[in-house]
Nanobody, 112 residues
């Protein structure tokens, strides 16, 4: 059983930055794919960014050039650096790993 703990959410003004972290515990080895989803009120959950243990990354078009996903394989931690945040980025952000393990979510609110 993999347990995920997210941190780093909060309230920020438009144009600001936040860094999310997700620490995975309970896995005996390096987790391959890890990533971030988000869900805004009244909207479907969407993939924001993902990264493999080899460093291959994938981003939603809406965040390309603004968000950067990275990871520490030794610690099974991933990060999401979010720059130039906009009100439409407001959502609950969830960490997800291969095997369909989900974190509890962290709220990101961007004020205009």
């Amino acid at each position: 059983q993999v347990h995920l703990v997210e941190s780093g959410g909060g309230l920020v003004q438009a144009g600001g930055s936040l860094r999310l972290s997700c620490a995975a515990s309970g896995s005996p080895c390096t987790i391959n794919a890890m990533g971030w989803y988000r869900q805004a009120p009244g909207k479907q959950r969407e993939l924001v960014a993902a990264i493999t243990s080899g460093g291959f990354t994938n981003y939603a078009d809406s965040v390309k050039g603004r968000f950067t996903i990275s990871r520490d394989n030794a610690k099974n931690i991933i990060y999401l650096q979010m720059n130039s945040l906009q009100p439409e980025d407001t959502a609950t952000y969830y960490c997800v790993t291969a095997g369909n393990y989900w974190g509890q979510g962290t709220q990101v609110t961007v004020s205009s």
